[in-house]
């Protein structure tokens, strides 16, 4: 997570989507266990949708 926020802190709306899914992971870890799978794996997707989304860019911007 540490990592994460290093690598993007120019990007405060990256920051802030990681701040929040760490805390809804805390959040859930300590009260429901199931709640808590259900947020890593969200958190899991996101992360891989939003580099996929990067490459496509990077795609497109290469064929123009």
Sequence with gaps: MLRQLFDNA???EK???ITQLTYGTLY???SD?????KLVEDAIIH???S????ELEEL???DR
């Design 15 to 17: 920051v802030r989507t």
């Design 47 to 49: 992360e891989h949708m």
């Design 28 to 30: 859930a870890a300590e």
């Design 60 to 62: 497109l911007e290469e």
């Design 10 to 12: 120019d990007n405060p």
């Design 51 to 54: 580099l996929i989304d990067e």
């Design 33 to 37: 266990i199931g709640l808590m799978k």
